[in-house]
Each structure stands twice: as C-alpha cells, then as structure tokens.
C-alpha cells in the first residue's frame, strides 16, 4: 500500500523559509514523478512544483518561480520542497502527490499525502 507523508509546515513570517518533506512507502520514488500542489481556503487546488522520475524535467508555477525549489533523496525516498521569501499568499494546505508520468495537473496524479499547514503571517 502507497502512503505519503508531508511534514515541515509551520506558521512563518514573511520572507521566512520553511522546507517540506514527502516520505513515501509502498513505492520507489525515483520511479514516479512527484508533484506539489497547494490549496488555500477558497480557492481551487494549484499545481506548485513537480519533478519527474528521470530528474530531467521539473516545472514550478510562475507565482512560486526563483522563491521554491524542488528536489528528491532516493535513499531516502523522500522529496522536499524548499520555499524561500515566502508570502502571505503562500498560505494553504501542501499536498505531495506520485505518479508513474509527470504531470502539472491534480488529476494527473494517483497517489496523495494528507497534507501539511503551510501560514505565512506576521
């Protein structure tokens, strides 16, 4: 069984930093294409980052662009998100999500974590 596991949210001032985690088990994650997505109250789901399983193509919104960089550990099948010069808008819930292909949008991918609290706020 596929599970995956954000962790590294928090409450951060503007400008702050923050790194996210994504655990995976049940899967090789250098196998799949890994996405992050984002959801703030509201507001639809929006495609953050992705990577794919070859490390040769990663994509990133153009909201997040030169701020977030994305990155994998297959020994540790782990992928992080790290986000610098964080904003308020960048406030929402964080969800990792796996996939044999890449893809940018939600419905390209199967398997899902339960999220992590990401609040930018002074």
């Known amino acids: 069984q596929v599970h995956l596991v954000e962790s590294g949210g928090g409450l951060v001032q503007p400008g702050g930093s923050l790194r996210l985690s994504c655990a995976a088990s049940?899967?090789?994650?250098?196998?799949?294409?890994i996405g992050w997505f984002r959801q703030a109250p509201g507001k639809e789901c929006e495609g953050v980052s992705c990577i794919s399983s070859k490390y040769d193509t990663i994509h990133y919104a153009d909201s997040v662009k030169g701020r977030f960089t994305i990155s994998r550990d297959n020994a540790k099948n782990t992928v992080y998100l790290q986000m610098n010069s964080l904003k308020p808008e960048d406030t929402g819930v964080y969800y990792c999500a796996a996939n044999r292909y890449l893809g940018i949008r939600a419905g390209d991918y199967d398997y899902w974590g339960h999220g992590t609290q990401v609040t930018v706020s002074s």
């Open positions: 049940g899967i090789t994650l250098d196998d799949y294409a």
